[in-house]
Protein backbone atom coordinates (compact mmCIF):
# COMPACT_ATOMS: atom_id res chain seq x y z
CA UNK A 1 0.00 0.00 0.00
CA UNK A 2 1.48 3.41 -1.20
CA UNK A 3 1.38 6.00 1.92
CA UNK A 4 1.18 9.77 1.00
CA UNK A 5 4.01 11.97 2.33
CA UNK A 6 1.14 14.06 4.12
CA UNK A 7 -0.15 10.71 5.93
CA UNK A 8 4.13 9.58 6.58
CA UNK A 9 4.59 13.31 8.57
CA UNK A 10 1.42 12.51 10.22
CA UNK A 11 2.09 8.67 11.43
CA UNK A 12 5.62 10.64 12.52
CA UNK A 13 4.11 13.04 15.08
CA UNK A 14 2.16 10.54 16.77
CA UNK A 15 4.59 7.87 17.05
CA UNK A 16 6.67 11.02 18.16
CA UNK A 17 4.10 11.87 20.52
CA UNK A 18 3.31 8.39 21.65
CA UNK A 19 6.65 7.71 22.49
CA UNK A 20 6.68 10.25 25.20
CA UNK A 21 4.26 8.95 26.83
CA UNK A 22 5.75 5.39 27.00
CA UNK A 23 7.90 7.55 29.94
CA UNK A 24 4.62 8.05 31.87
CA UNK A 25 4.14 4.58 32.19
CA UNK A 26 7.29 4.66 34.08
CA UNK A 27 7.58 7.43 36.16
CA UNK A 28 6.16 10.53 37.40
CA UNK A 29 6.52 13.20 35.00
CA UNK A 30 8.47 14.90 37.49
CA UNK A 31 10.28 12.75 39.21
CA UNK A 32 14.23 13.18 38.96
CA UNK A 33 16.62 10.33 39.05
CA UNK A 34 17.17 8.47 41.89
CA UNK A 35 21.10 8.87 41.21
CA UNK A 36 20.68 12.60 40.94
CA UNK A 37 18.05 12.43 43.94
CA UNK A 38 20.50 10.99 45.86
CA UNK A 39 22.61 13.66 45.39
CA UNK A 40 20.30 16.39 46.13
CA UNK A 41 19.05 15.18 48.85
CA UNK A 42 22.87 14.68 50.61
CA UNK A 43 24.06 17.57 48.90
CA UNK A 44 24.54 20.46 51.74
CA UNK A 45 26.07 23.78 50.56
CA UNK A 46 26.52 25.34 47.13
CA UNK A 47 26.86 23.45 44.38
CA UNK A 48 26.41 26.17 41.09
CA UNK A 49 27.58 23.29 37.81
CA UNK A 50 25.61 20.02 39.11
CA UNK A 51 22.36 21.91 39.94
CA UNK A 52 22.76 24.06 36.46
CA UNK A 53 23.10 20.48 34.94
CA UNK A 54 19.93 18.48 37.18
CA UNK A 55 17.86 21.74 36.02
CA UNK A 56 18.78 21.02 32.14
CA UNK A 57 18.56 17.46 31.94
CA UNK A 58 15.21 17.53 34.07
CA UNK A 59 13.94 20.21 31.07
CA UNK A 60 14.93 18.25 28.58
CA UNK A 61 13.42 15.04 29.43
CA UNK A 62 10.16 16.60 30.72
CA UNK A 63 7.79 15.88 28.00
CA UNK A 64 4.82 17.65 29.37
CA UNK A 65 7.06 20.41 29.23
CA UNK A 66 8.38 19.75 25.29
CA UNK A 67 4.70 19.04 24.40
CA UNK A 68 3.52 22.10 25.85
CA UNK A 69 5.83 24.16 23.96
CA UNK A 70 5.50 21.88 21.04
CA UNK A 71 1.91 23.60 20.76
CA UNK A 72 2.96 26.97 21.12
CA UNK A 73 5.18 27.27 18.92
CA UNK A 74 3.60 25.19 16.26
CA UNK A 75 2.36 28.02 14.11
CA UNK A 76 4.90 30.13 15.04
CA UNK A 77 7.44 31.11 12.76
CA UNK A 78 8.68 34.46 13.56
CA UNK A 79 11.42 34.84 16.26
CA UNK A 80 10.28 37.33 17.80
CA UNK A 81 7.39 35.99 18.28
CA UNK A 82 8.75 32.64 19.45
CA UNK A 83 10.78 34.26 21.85
CA UNK A 84 8.09 36.57 23.40
CA UNK A 85 5.85 33.38 24.12
CA UNK A 86 9.00 31.75 25.35
CA UNK A 87 9.71 34.32 27.79
CA UNK A 88 6.33 34.34 29.23
CA UNK A 89 6.49 30.70 29.81
CA UNK A 90 10.05 30.70 31.43
CA UNK A 91 8.58 33.77 33.31
CA UNK A 92 5.86 31.39 34.95
CA UNK A 93 7.70 28.72 35.61
CA UNK A 94 10.82 30.24 37.06
CA UNK A 95 8.66 32.16 39.42
CA UNK A 96 6.64 29.06 41.29
CA UNK A 97 9.60 27.21 41.06
CA UNK A 98 11.52 29.25 43.07
CA UNK A 99 8.93 30.77 45.84
CA UNK A 100 7.33 27.13 45.75
CA UNK A 101 10.59 25.85 46.97
CA UNK A 102 11.32 28.42 49.17
CA UNK A 103 7.69 29.71 50.75
CA UNK A 104 7.64 25.86 51.19
CA UNK A 105 4.23 25.83 49.50
CA UNK A 106 2.96 22.38 48.68
CA UNK A 107 0.32 21.05 46.40
CA UNK A 108 -0.65 17.71 45.27
CA UNK A 109 2.08 16.62 42.47
CA UNK A 110 -0.14 14.47 40.11
CA UNK A 111 -3.25 17.13 40.46
CA UNK A 112 -0.66 19.75 39.61
CA UNK A 113 0.86 17.51 36.63
CA UNK A 114 -2.96 17.06 35.71
CA UNK A 115 -2.96 20.82 34.92
CA UNK A 116 -0.49 20.83 33.27
CA UNK A 117 -1.48 17.89 30.75
CA UNK A 118 -4.87 19.95 30.41
CA UNK A 119 -2.46 22.58 29.02
CA UNK A 120 -1.22 20.32 26.16
CA UNK A 121 -4.75 19.87 25.43
CA UNK A 122 -5.80 23.77 25.80
CA UNK A 123 -2.86 24.72 23.35
CA UNK A 124 -3.64 21.71 20.92
CA UNK A 125 -7.93 23.09 20.90
CA UNK A 126 -6.47 26.54 19.95
CA UNK A 127 -4.29 25.17 17.32
CA UNK A 128 -7.34 23.23 16.04
CA UNK A 129 -9.01 26.28 16.01
CA UNK A 130 -11.84 24.59 18.56
CA UNK A 131 -11.78 28.03 20.99
CA UNK A 132 -12.69 30.79 18.20
CA UNK A 133 -16.09 30.19 18.45
CA UNK A 134 -15.88 31.44 22.09
CA UNK A 135 -15.96 35.09 21.04
CA UNK A 136 -14.82 37.64 23.88
CA UNK A 137 -14.38 34.82 25.93
CA UNK A 138 -11.63 33.05 24.31
CA UNK A 139 -8.56 33.26 26.35
CA UNK A 140 -5.56 35.66 25.98
CA UNK A 141 -2.69 33.29 24.41
CA UNK A 142 -0.19 35.06 25.93
CA UNK A 143 -1.90 35.16 29.14
CA UNK A 144 -2.67 31.46 28.69
CA UNK A 145 0.78 30.64 28.37
CA UNK A 146 2.33 32.66 31.29
CA UNK A 147 -0.59 30.88 33.46
CA UNK A 148 -0.06 27.72 32.35
CA UNK A 149 3.73 28.20 33.08
CA UNK A 150 3.04 29.03 36.75
CA UNK A 151 1.56 25.55 36.80
CA UNK A 152 5.04 23.99 34.74
CA UNK A 153 6.85 25.45 37.78
CA UNK A 154 4.78 24.36 40.56
CA UNK A 155 5.38 21.12 38.95
CA UNK A 156 9.10 21.18 39.27
CA UNK A 157 8.82 22.79 42.56
CA UNK A 158 7.15 19.42 44.04
CA UNK A 159 9.81 17.25 42.67
CA UNK A 160 12.30 19.37 44.98
CA UNK A 161 9.71 19.58 47.77
CA UNK A 162 10.08 15.63 47.91
CA UNK A 163 13.90 15.62 48.42
CA UNK A 164 13.71 18.16 51.62
CA UNK A 165 16.82 20.13 50.07
CA UNK A 166 19.48 21.19 52.73
CA UNK A 167 18.71 24.59 54.02
CA UNK A 168 22.83 25.48 53.04
CA UNK A 169 23.27 27.52 49.70
CA UNK A 170 19.62 26.58 49.12
CA UNK A 171 18.60 29.86 47.44
CA UNK A 172 21.89 29.75 44.97
CA UNK A 173 21.13 26.29 44.22
CA UNK A 174 17.53 26.44 43.55
CA UNK A 175 18.73 29.80 40.94
CA UNK A 176 20.76 27.43 39.13
CA UNK A 177 18.69 24.58 38.77
CA UNK A 178 16.70 27.37 37.05
CA UNK A 179 19.22 28.77 35.03
CA UNK A 180 19.74 24.63 34.12
CA UNK A 181 16.03 25.03 33.23
CA UNK A 182 16.29 27.68 30.76
CA UNK A 183 19.07 25.69 29.20
CA UNK A 184 17.41 22.60 28.70
CA UNK A 185 14.39 24.65 27.63
CA UNK A 186 16.54 26.50 25.18
CA UNK A 187 17.86 23.11 24.16
CA UNK A 188 14.66 21.50 23.16
CA UNK A 189 13.02 23.96 22.10
CA UNK A 190 15.50 24.63 19.44
CA UNK A 191 14.84 21.08 18.37
CA UNK A 192 11.35 21.48 18.15
CA UNK A 193 11.15 25.06 16.18
CA UNK A 194 14.08 23.41 14.16
CA UNK A 195 11.72 20.58 12.96
CA UNK A 196 8.81 22.65 12.56
CA UNK A 197 10.84 24.88 10.28
CA UNK A 198 11.77 22.26 8.13
CA UNK A 199 8.06 20.82 8.08
CA UNK A 200 6.89 23.76 6.99
CA UNK A 201 8.72 23.97 3.98
CA UNK A 202 6.58 20.61 2.82
CA UNK A 203 3.30 21.31 1.44
CA UNK A 204 1.81 18.61 4.18
CA UNK A 205 2.36 21.10 6.74
CA UNK A 206 -1.01 22.55 5.90
CA UNK A 207 -3.11 19.36 4.98
CA UNK A 208 -1.68 17.87 8.05
CA UNK A 209 -1.76 20.43 11.34
CA UNK A 210 -5.10 19.39 12.35
CA UNK A 211 -4.37 15.76 12.65
CA UNK A 212 -1.21 16.19 14.05
CA UNK A 213 -2.43 19.07 16.95
CA UNK A 214 -5.66 16.18 17.01
CA UNK A 215 -2.76 13.81 17.98
CA UNK A 216 -1.46 16.36 20.40
CA UNK A 217 -4.59 16.50 22.46
CA UNK A 218 -4.91 12.90 22.48
CA UNK A 219 -1.57 13.04 24.28
CA UNK A 220 -2.64 15.46 26.69
CA UNK A 221 -6.06 13.45 27.40
CA UNK A 222 -3.71 10.32 28.07
CA UNK A 223 -1.57 12.06 30.73
CA UNK A 224 -4.08 13.56 32.66
CA UNK A 225 -6.18 10.07 32.55
CA UNK A 226 -2.24 8.84 33.56
CA UNK A 227 -2.18 11.35 36.40
CA UNK A 228 -5.75 11.40 37.83
CA UNK A 229 -5.19 7.69 38.01
CA UNK A 230 -2.13 7.41 39.83
CA UNK A 231 -3.99 10.15 42.41
CA UNK A 232 -6.42 8.01 42.61
CA UNK A 233 -3.72 4.73 43.17
CA UNK A 234 -2.09 6.92 45.96
CA UNK A 235 -5.04 8.39 47.93
Given at each position: ?????????????????????????????????????????????????P???????????????????????????????????V???????????????????????????????????????E?????????????????????????????????????????????????????????????????????????????????????????????????????????????
Amino acid sequence: MHITSPTKYALMIMMALLATLLLATGAHAHNIADGDAAFVAGNAGVAVFPFIYLGAKHMVTGYDHLLFLAGVVFFLSRPAQIIQYVTLFALGHSITLIVGVLADIHANAYLIDAVIALSVVYKALENMGALNGLGRWHPDTRLAVLVFGLFHGFGLATSLQELELHPDGLIINLISFNIGVEIGQIIGLSLIVAAFSLWRQHPSFERTAFISNAVLMSAGFMLLIYQLTAWQLAS
